[in-house]
């Protein structure tokens, strides 16, 4: 299956600012899908980021907040834009292989804390 | 609507009991399911796909389609077992809809 590498592990924000999450796959893979997991909660779908294309996002996240790049098959970025205490939470990035390798990967996640 | 759920938040056995953690979907058509777990401060990782039939670590789940169920048991709780589990079906976008989550607590 797929090696995600995502930075940065973790991070502590001041309020008001913005932390860009980047997602580095080993393989090209076509589906690729930010989450938000908030404490103790379980993961939500953020969007999907397409290659070429704008991201799709779900209901409840919006572009000027979460605005997100997918350059080529194996890169992609978050924004977290205009951050409140609200945002701190563990965002992961994940890919899809519907292929014979048939699964979905997930980074090991970013630990945002606003301040 | 796409759902899963997870009824039990926390499930606590002894080691040696037999486990079930119970997950409930709601798909229209032919639903891909699968089982994730989340052990202490490492990343989300497969456990169970159900279009293979597998076991992994002694834990298998079945698709029940008459009572939209993809139950995951293991006759035998080890303590390495503790850890939460997402059961998780494929949505109509290609992205993965979780459930809640259960927390597993094997004592020894």
């Known amino acids: 299956s797929a090696v995600i590498s995502q930075k940065p592990s973790r991070d502590i924000c001041q309020r008001g600012t913005s932390l860009t999450i980047q997602c580095q796959v080993d393989?090209?893979?076509?589906?690729m899908f930010w989450y938000r997991q908030q404490p103790g909660q379980s993961l939500t779908l953020i969007a999907t980021a397409n290659q070429g294309s704008e991201a799709t996002y779900e209901s409840g996240f919006v572009i000027d907040k979460f605005p997100i790049s997918r350059p080529n098959l194996t890169f992609s970025t978050l924004t977290v834009s205009n951050m409140s205490p609200e945002d701190s939470s563990i965002y992961l990035c994940s890919v899809g292989d519907r292929g014979p390798n048939y699964g979905y990967t997930f980074g090991s996640g970013t630990r945002l804390t606003v301040v | 609507a796409q759902r899963v759920t997870q009824p039990e938040k926390l499930l606590s056995v002894f080691k040696g009991a037999p486990v079930e953690l119970k997950c409930n979907y709601s798909y229209s058509g032919s639903p891909e399911l699968f089982w994730y777990v989340q052990y202490s401060r490492q990343r989300l990782q497969l456990l169970l796909r159900?279009?293979s039939r597998e076991s992994i670590k002694g834990f298998t789940a079945d698709l029940n389609k008459g009572e939209t169920s993809f139950h995951l048991k293991k006759p035998f709780a080890q303590e390495e077992d503790s850890a939460m589990y997402y059961c998780a079906l494929i949505g109509s976008q290609g992205n993965l809809i979780f459930g809640k989550g259960t927390k597993l607590s094997v004592k020894p």
């Open positions: 393989s090209q893979v076509t589906m």
């Open positions: 159900h279009i």
